[in-house]
């Protein structure tokens, strides 16, 4: 019964938070490949296909970006960045480079799962082709093919601008999207340096679709990284 869970390739020098992952993801019944460092990660990653990649970035003999863009050159695995704080910098590069969301440690088992069934949904979806064409987490519903935004059966006018953002972060819902990423997607390869201009229009973007903007429960500020589009799916 276990054997159709899917299968994580951990890739983590540290003894104690191999541990961790180790009690964390077998209790839920998931695969577990464990590795110490690039080399040995990249490799099981190519052998056994894993369906999810958790990665830390301070690994003994290469750095988790290398590792990423390593992985990038082949596959669309969904790899998870498990790294400190202090490296805040390095994240964003992985992330830029096709880490597909981050976690910084000390983390929760519970953010750990949720992040990891995320990860599968998605790239489940991606694989099966589906790209719905009404996207709707709690009272917000969003209609492609109209280019129509409704809050609780409301329509909401959108800018161009606003819209594109709001499209772009949702097609990455539940998972961040970097500074970099969302200024390439929406303003265009050029500006990928004006940062204040997402902070505007992700204000005025709550100011639309947020009850309280100051508190919001949709556009998610992940500091110093980029912002995150949060659903209902990741809530519970
Ligand atoms: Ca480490």
């Not at 709001?166 to 303003?187: G, K, M, P």
């Not at 204000?203 to 556009?219: G, N, V």
Request: net charge negative.
């Amino acid at each position: 019964m276990t054997s159709d869970k899917e299968m994580i390739l951990l890739i983590e020098d540290e003894f104690q938070m191999r541990r961790f992952l180790r009690v964390t993801l077998q209790s839920q019944g998931y695969r577990l490949i464990e590795t110490q460092n690039g080399e040995e990660g990249l490799a099981q990653a190519a052998t056994r296909q894993p369906d999810v990649i958790l990665l830390d970035l301070g690994l003994p003999d290469m750095d988790g970006l290398e590792v990423t863009e390593r992985l990038r050159e082949w596959t669309n695995i969904p790899i998870i960045i498990i790294s400190a704080r202090e490296q805040e910098r390095d994240k964003v590069r992985a992330l830029d480079a096709g880490a597909d969301d981050y976690l910084t440690k000390p983390f929760g088992s519970d953010e750990l799962l949720a992040r990891i069934r995320v990860s599968i949904r998605h790239s489940t979806r991606e694989k099966a082709g589906q790209e719905s064409p009404v996207f709707q987490t709690g009272n917000l519903l969003v209609d492609f093919s109209r280019r129509q935004v409704t809050l609780a059966g409301k329509e909401i006018h959108l800018t161009p601008i606003e819209y594109r953002l709001l499209t772009t972060l949702i097609r990455y819902a539940d998972r961040v999207v970097t500074h970099n990423q969302l200024l390439r997607e929406v303003w265009g390869p050029q500006q990928t340096n004006q940062v204040q201009y997402l902070r505007v229009y992700m204000a005025q973007l709550r100011q639309k679709l947020e009850d309280d903007p100051a508190r919001p429960c949709f556009l998610i500020n992940e500091p110093g990284i980029g912002y995150r589009f949060k659903t209902d799916a990741d809530k519970g």
